[in-house]
Structure formats: structure tokens, C-alpha cells
């Protein structure tokens, strides 16, 4: 092919049938591709022919083709390869296996007795897919998900599967510590590390954009899953419970079922975490009435879950992509750090040098419409009740005397008083939690815990002499009178 015409440094590459081309970014760096021939898709999400699409803020990921396909890649990453060995194929029969499910479930839901090609004895009422995805640590846990949720929504039969993250270090689409899930109308593009689960419209659930989600958000408020067990297990129970009201029950959307991504800590560890992962899944099985889980990479771990669920649910063990980044403890932070950028100010990545920035697109949107402007507000400090939930506030249990007990649990709220200065809340992210139930009579202590997030703000300034704080926000709606929990996320504006 000529390159006469062609963006400063740019290459094209020929994929064969089932091949990828895998890139990742390094920091401040973009990529952009276009599709010159044949059909490619990105972890599920297809490729419109000849628009450029643009990665940034540290992305990894792969063009995948299932058929060849040419594509056009400016500049050259400094890591990229391309590898005919991808587990795509068993990726997609698994597909096809969920597909049969939701088709079975749908019919049965609208009350056709009988299924095309299937005998009387065989029909039976059947239940949607509801997938538990579990895994080591970088094993492709959630771009499993994205793919099986893209090729969901892709197959044409008007589905919407809810994608459920439970994963606090993720983020999702709001900040990291959140856990949330969406119905999912349209395929998940993957465009940069800070927005694992796609658009950008989604990381300002405050604000209203015409193609927003709207996930089911709740706050549990550090990276770590472990941190709080207890909390973490009371969040996806609260979030299982809500999915159905919360989510549209047209039969198509019903059939199309839920797919859960796990954080890490679902995969083997030493004795102690054992029961806490155990009782993360169980809460994951029984919130989500999962009937299918897949354990990705991991022999030991499948073993384990057929043993203990096999005769209630099925198993299965899918093969681990070569391709998944190892990601570091130092890269997490830095993504932490990107995705609460992004949820304020939205995605801007500029176009690599040669590519005119009205021929760019982010996940086939215009890029203009990725940047979202912040408003910094200064409030009184009593305008916003603020709480944390236990844990932070407690000593290890080896700190305190012998035969002394802990006088806070774990799922304790906190009152916190910004007016002191040991508050340790200056540059905190705080999650503003939806009211609390009008009816006196309804009232509960730990109700906070059990409140939705209707967004996040981030304290940037503290006048203690004059009891005022500075929040930035992701749009211009008053907090006074609102209540807010805060994790241990610190982030600066830079
Ligand atoms: N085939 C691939 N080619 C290139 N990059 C990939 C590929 N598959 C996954 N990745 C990248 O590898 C990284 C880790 O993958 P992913 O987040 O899916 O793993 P995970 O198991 O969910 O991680 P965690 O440990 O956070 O639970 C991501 O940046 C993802 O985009």
C-alpha cells in the first residue's frame, strides 16, 4: 500500500484472520488507528472503516480481526507486537453459549412454549445468563466482560446486559472505590486506562449527556477489597438488590442477564484471605443469582469453585489471553489518579502530530465531546454532613491492650468534623450520597451505608479560621445540606 498520503510516522499492518495487534501507551503519549480494509474490533467494540480512532492516558489493548483486516497506526507505540495466539475463539463460543441462554430465557419470558427445532420434553423455563467472572490479579478478568458484553449488545436481538463492577480498584465508570453497574445499550469502547468500562459521558453521573449510562453507583471508598470485607459484601448485596427495580424489566432486557467483574482477591491467597474471598463470592453468588461462573486462567481456583458450586451452577474454566498487561501497584495509582481527572474534566487526548483533530474520533465520538468543565465552589464548612465508615478510625486490633475490644465496627459511620484540623480531609474524595428516607419512622444507624452515590466531589481547600471549604465538582448542583462518606482517596488537582 502507498504512504505517500499518509500522517508522519505512520505504519500499515496486515492482520491475518484471528490475529491482534497489541499496543500499550506509555504516559502523555497517543496512538491513533484507522481501519483501511476488512473488519477489526477492540475487545468486542468494532471499528468503523476510516475514521481515526485515538488512545491515550496509558491504554493497552488489541485490534483484533477475525477475518484479516489493514489498519493504518500513527506513530509507532514504543511496545507493540501482533500474535495469532488469542483466546477469541473460546471467547467467542462462550458467546455463543450465553447467546443460546438469553434466546431460551426470552422465549420463555414471553411465553412461547416451544423454542425453533426444540421437542416438548426439552423446553423448559430457563434463567438468563447471570456471569460471575473470576480470576488472579491481570489475568483479563474485565476485558473478558467488556467482550462478552460487546458481543451482547452487538448480536442485533435488542439486548442489554447490566455489567456489574465490583471491582473497587476499577472504578467503573465513576471514581475508584466506587462499585456500580449499567445496562449496557452499546458497545464498551476502550480508549485509555482511566475509563476501563468506556465513556466518558458516564464518568459525571451528575451530569447529563445525551448518550450518559446511568449506573447504579455505591461508595465503598479504597482501592484495596480486603480493607473491609464487611462493607464490601453489604455493597453487592445492596447492589443485587437493586438491580432489578433499578434496571428496566422489558423481557429483552431481562434475558439478556448480568456479567460481574471480580476484584483480584477472588483468586487463590494465603489461608487467611480464604474465607474472605469465599464469602465475597457466595455474597456475589446469592446477590446476582449467578448461574454461570467463569474462572479465568486459573486450574486451582476452577477446581475450587466446582467443588464448592458445581451442583448449583456451571463452572468454567476459560483460557487466559496472552496479551493482558502485568499492571503494577505504581501504574494503579497512576490510573487512580487519571480516572478522578477524567471524571472531573473528562477525556482530552491530543491527536498525534498529522492527524487533523476534526478526523479524530474517541470511541467513535467526536473528541470535543469527551471534556467536561468542572465548577469549584467555597461552601461552609456545616453545610455537608460527612462520614466515614469505621475502619479508617480504628487502631489493628494487635495496637490495642490486652483484652481490650474494638469500640468501633466496622460498619460504623463516623461522623467527621471538617472544622478540626486533624480532619485528614483536605484533597479527599468525598462521595455524595443520595437523601436519606424521608419517613422518620424508616430511619436506621447504618443507613448511610445503604444509600446510592449521586456523585463525587473532591475537597480542594480548608479555611479553618474562617469555616469555610473549597469542592470541586463535576457540574454546578449545590451540595449545602447534602451528605457525604469519604475513603481514603487523596487527589490533587494539578
Ligand atoms: N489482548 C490484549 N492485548 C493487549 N492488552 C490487553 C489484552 N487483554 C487485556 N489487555 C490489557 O491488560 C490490562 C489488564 O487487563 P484486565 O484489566 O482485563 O485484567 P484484570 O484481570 O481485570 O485486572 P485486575 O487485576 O485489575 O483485576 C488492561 O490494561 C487491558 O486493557
Known sequence: MSTQNLPPDTQVLVLKPESEYRFELDPDTAL??????????????ELVPGKYYLFGVECKAAVFTWKGCTIEISPEPSTEYDSEDTPMRAYGNLHIALEKMRVRSLLSLSGSSLAPGESQSTTKPSDPPRVLVIGPA???????????????????????PILVNVDPNDGGWAVPGALSAAAVHDPIHTYSAATSLGSAATTAPMSLASNTLFPLVYWYGHADSKRNPKLMERLIRNIGENLEERFDQKPENKASGCIVDTPALFSSGPAATAEARQRLIRACVDAFRINTILVVGQEKLSAEMKKIYSKQLTVIKVPKSGGVVDLDNTFRERVHSHQIHTYMYGTNIRPPPGIPSNLVFVAGEPNSDFILSPASTTVNIGDLSIFRIGTEAMAPVSALPIGAKRVVSEMQPIPVDASLSGSGLLNRVLAIMAPFNPDENERYDEEVLDLTVRGFVVVTGLDLKAKRMTILKPNRDSIAGKTAVVGTFEWLDE
Do not use: D, H, P
Open 32 to 45: 491513533a488507528i484507522k481501519l483501511v480494509r476488512g473488519k477489526a474490533e477492540i475487545f468486542g467494540a
Open 138 to 160: 491481570n489475568s483479563g478478568k474485565t476485558t473478558l466482560c467488556k467482550i462478552l458484553v460487546n458481543y451482547c449488545v452487538r448480536a442485533g436481538q435488542g439486548w442489554s
